[in-house]
């Protein structure tokens, strides 16, 4: 019974470049949220997906990150171009639905260093 | 004014203790309340949740859910050294968004 699987745990980038985070969510999961989280801080609210639909992408940077979960594979966080701000770490949750009383859970996120 | 507020800390507390944690939010609409707990370097891990008023046990916790006043805390009794850890609370909205605060820091003093 995997969890939520997130890969890679580490990710190094030059500026400039692209990075992509993939979440694979609990088997029977539909929906996926992306956090992003600096250290010593909370959780910061990305984006919320469904597969083949963004829900809310209220918490997304105008610019150069996207996000998508399609109909098969796994949820991808993209970011081009980064810069050495983006550098934090990367937290997928999965849920069953939409429902009040679902629970999400964690994957063991990704470390995004920018150099 | 934050979604959800937390107290950031830290809460520190004598081995067996009680330690009591608090969060306010803001969407009257929200209707799912939890709390995770996180150890640093790692990710978050789902300890309860809670969807009605009252109280909630779950063996040394207890989460309390007061929705007239939109506060929901998490009391750790016979807190253990282990339980040191951030605390977050984390409400679905109106939106069914899950918003988190900043968490709190718990330090257990042996």
């Known amino acids: 019974n995997a969890g939520v699987m997130q890969n890679p745990r580490h990710l190094v980038r030059r500026r400039g470049q692209e990075a992509r985070l993939r979440c694979s969510p609990m088997?029977?999961?539909?929906?996926v949220y992306w956090y992003r989280q600096l250290p010593e801080e909370g959780l910061k609210f990305m984006v919320y997906l469904q597969k083949e639909n963004i829900i809310d992408e209220s918490g997304m940077p105008k610019e150069r990150f996207s996000a998508e979960f399609p109909k098969e594979g796994p949820s991808i966080l993209r970011i081009q171009q980064v810069v050495r701000g983006d550098s934090a770490a990367y937290f997928c949750?999965?849920?069953?639905?939409?429902?009040?009383?679902?629970?999400?859970?964690f994957g063991q996120g990704t470390r995004l260093t920018v150099v | 004014q934050k979604e959800v507020e937390q107290n950031s800390g830290p809460l520190s507390v004598p081995e067996g203790a009680i330690a009591s944690l608090n969060c306010t939010y803001s969407?009257?609409?929200?209707?799912?309340f939890f709390w995770y707990r996180q150890y640093s370097g790692k990710s978050p891990e789902l300890i309860m949740f809670?969807?009605?008023?009252g109280d909630k046990e779950d063996g040394r916790f207890t989460a309390q859910l007061n929705k007239a006043s939109q506060y929901v805390s998490l009391l750790i009794r016979d807190s253990q050294p282990s339980d040191s850890a951030t605390y977050l609370c984390?409400?679905?909205?109106?939106?069914?968004?899950?918003?988190f605060g900043s968490g709190t820091r718990l330090l257990v003093r042996p």
């Open positions: 949750a999965s849920s069953p639905g939409v429902y009040y009383d679902t629970e999400a859970f």
């Open positions: 809670i969807y009605s008023n």
């Open positions: 088997k029977g999961h539909s929906h």
């Open positions: 984390a409400v679905v909205d109106s939106s069914y968004k899950l918003i």
């Open positions: 969407d009257r609409g929200s209707q799912s």
